[in-house]
C-alpha cells in the first residue's frame, strides 16, 4: 500500500496574531465619565465599511448616538459613540452591554468565517443563496419606479391578483420616486416561489401596473427577484423594527431611481404635476442644509451637515457616502437633541478628492434626499388584523376611496396575525382630521386600527406673535385647490393591465 503524506496545519494557527497582540477590535463600555450617557469606544484595525458595519449594529438596537468622533486614518480605526437607550437613559443592562460587546467584538471575524464557509460549501450545494429573508418560506421582490396616488393600493392588489400572499414588506416614497421590498409565498401552498416563468410573470405584471404614469423617456421602472445579492439585505424578522440592511437596500434603491432630483412634469403628467408642487413646498420648508470644502493640506473634502434631529440620522448619512464610493476617514457628530451637526473628512474610493462642482452638487442633493425620505408627513397609523390574501389591498383600498395617500408602509407577519404601520396624508396636502380618521376606522372594522404620535409632520414652525386665529379648513391657497383637483382627477384613470 502506497503511504501519503501530506503537511499538518495547525487549527489554531489563524488565531496566532491575535493571541500574541490581542483581538484585532476592542469594544470599551464606559458608564462613569458621563452622567446622561454611556460612551461606547471602538478601536480596531481599520477596514472599509467597518464604521457602517458598527453604526449598523447600534441602529439595529435602537440606540440614540447623540456625540460621536471617528478616526480611521492609516491603519486603525478610533471610534467614539455617546449613546443612550430608546427611552433617553444609559445602558444599564448588562444583556444589552454584552450583547454590544460581542456584536461589535466579533463582526468581522464572524463575516469572514461566513465567507469562508460560504465558499468551501458551495462545490456541495449548487444552490447557495446570499442571506435575504428567504429562510425556505419567502421570495424576495424588489420595485421602484415614478410615485403616483394610489400606487400601493394597486400593488398590494396586484399581488392578491397572482395568489401571493404578502409576508412582509417595506416601502418608501419620496419625491414622486417609489421604492418597495416585498416578501412573498404562494398563497395556497404557503411555499416560496420559485418557478421562473410564474416569478417573470409577477414581475412583468407588477412592471405594467408601476408603469401605468411612468415618464415613457426614463428607465426608473424596475421590478426584480433577489436583484443586487450581493448585498445581502436581511428583513427585520419580527424585531419591531425594520432591520438597517433592509434600510441600506431602500436607499440604495431610492438612489437608483434619483430620488434627490425634482420630479419630472410632462405635458400630461397630471399626478407628478401635483408632485411637483408638494416638492416646491417642501423645499420651501427645507430644514437641512449641506456644504462641502476642501482641505487642501490633507487632500479631503469635508462635508457638512446640519439638519433637523431624529433616530437613525448617522446611519442614513454614512450608508448615502459609502454607497457613493466615498471613504470616511476622520468625522463628528453632535445633537443637543433639536438639532443636529456633522462633519465627515472624506475622499473618493479611488483616493481623490471632490474636485469638480458637479460632483459635488451631487453629493449634497444625495445626502439631503437620503435625511429627507426617511422624514414623513402625515399620520402613522397601525393596523392589526388575522393575515389573509388580500388584506393589505383592502386596507390600501379603504385608505385610497376616503383620499389618504401612502407615503410609507412597514408590513410584518407574526404568526397568524399581521401588523401593518402607514404613514398617510391628504390627498391635497392638508392636515388630517381626526374624526375623519374615526370613520376610516369604523369602515375597516374588525381590522383594529391605531393613530401612533398624531401628526408625524416635521413643520415646526413657531406661531406668529399675535394671538393666532383658529384653523380655517375651508379657506385654501390657489395651489392646495389646484393640486387637490389634479390629484382627484388623478384618481379616476385605471392602469391598462
Not at 121 to 147: Q, R, V
Not at 308 to 336: E, N, P
Not at 396 to 415: F, P, S
Request: charged share 25%; net charge negative.
Amino acid at each position: 500500500m502506497q503511504k501519503v503524506c501530506w503537511p499538518y496545519f495547525d487549527p489554531d494557527f489563524d488565531n496566532l496574531g491575535e493571541r500574541i497582540y490581542g483581538p484585532p477590535c476592542r469594544v470599551y463600555i464606559d458608564n462613569d465619565s458621563i452622567q446622561d450617557c454611556t460612551v461606547v469606544k471602538v478601536n480596531s484595525e481599520n477596514k472599509q465599511g467597518l464604521l457602517l458595519e458598527v453604526v449598523q449594529i447600534l441602529t439595529d438596537m435602537n440606540l440614540i448616538i447623540t456625540k460621536s468622533y471617528i478616526s480611521s486614518d492609516g491603519g486603525w480605526f478610533m471610534d467614539v459613540f455617546h449613546v443612550k437607550d430608546e427611552h433617553g437613559n444609559k445602558l444599564t443592562d448588562k444583556s444589552v452591554i454584552n450583547h454590544i460587546k460581542h456584536s461589535i467584538g466579533t463582526s468581522r471575524r464572524e463575516s469572514d468565517f461566513i465567507k469562508a464557509s460560504e465558499a468551501n460549501n458551495n462545490l456541495d450545494n449548487k444552490s447557495l443563496e446570499p442571506p435575504l429573508i428567504d429562510h425556505g418560506e419567502h421570495t424576495a421582490i424588489e420595485m421602484t419606479g415614478t410615485d403616483r396616488p394610489g400606487l400601493f393600493s394597486e400593488i398590494f392588489a396586484a399581488f392578491a391578483d397572482l395568489h401571493c400572499n404578502v409576508l412582509e414588506a417595506h416601502a418608501w416614497s419620496h419625491n414622486a420616486r417609489l421604492a418597495c421590498i416585498a416578501y412573498v409565498s404562494d398563497d395556497n401552498t404557503h411555499a416560496p416561489i420559485d418557478d421562473p416563468s410564474r416569478i417573470a410573470s409577477i414581475e412583468d405584471h407588477l412592471s405594467t401596473v408601476i408603469r401605468a404614469t411612468a415618464d415613457p423617456a426614463s428607465n426608473s421602472t424596475h421590478v426584480g427577484h433577489k436583484e443586487n445579492e450581493a448585498d445581502g439585505f436581511l428583513a427585520g424578522q419580527g424585531k419591531g423594527c425594520m432591520n438597517s440592511n433592509v434600510e441600506r437596500r431602500l436607499h440604495q434603491l431610492m438612489l437608483s431611481v434619483r430620488d434627490f432630483d425634482e420630479p419630472f412634469c410632462g405635458p400630461s403628467s397630471l399626478s407628478l404635476l401635483s408632485s411637483k408642487l408638494e416638492y416646491c413646498d417642501q423645499k420651501e420648508k427645507k430644514t437641512t442644509i449641506v456644504s462641502i470644502g476642501n482641505c487642501e493640506e490633507r487632500g479631503y473634502s469635508i462635508v457638512t451637515v446640519n439638519s433637523k434631529d431624529r433616530r437613525r440620522l448617522m446611519f442614513d448619512t454614512i450608508c448615502t457616502l459609502v454607497d457613493m464610493q466615498y471613504v470616511i476617514f476622520h468625522a463628528a457628530l453632535r445633537s443637543d437633541g433639536a438639532d443636529a451637526f456633522q462633519e465627515y473628512f472624506i475622499r473618493h474610493i479611488d483616493g481623490r478628492a471632490l474636485n469638480t462642482e458637479g460632483e459635488k452638487e451631487r453629493v449634497i442633493k444625495c445626502l439631503e434626499a437620503a435625511i429627507e425620505r426617511r422624514v414623513c408627513e402625515g399620520v402613522k397609523l397601525e393596523l392589526c388584523a388575522e393575515n389573509r390574501v388580500g388584506l393589505l389591498s383592502d386596507i390600501t383600498r379603504v385608505l385610497r376611496e376616503n383620499g389618504l395617500i401612502v407615503v410609507r408602509a412597514d408590513v410584518e407577519t407574526q404568526g397568524q396575525k399581521s401588523l401593518n404601520a402607514f404613514y398617510v396624508r391628504d390627498i391635497s396636502g392638508n392636515k388630517i382630521d381626526m374624526e375623519f380618521v374615526e370613520s376610516v376606522k369604523k369602515e375597516m372594522r374588525p381590522i383594529h386600527l391605531e393613530v401612533k404620535n398624531g401628526d408625524t409632520t416635521t413643520d415646526t414652525e413657531p406661531p406668529a406673535t399675535s394671538a393666532a386665529p383658529q384653523p380655517q379648513p375651508h379657506r385654501l391657497s390657489l395651489g392646495d385647490i389646484l393640486r387637490s383637483q389634479i390629484e382627484r382627477l388623478s384618481l379616476n384613470f385605471v392602469p391598462t393591465k
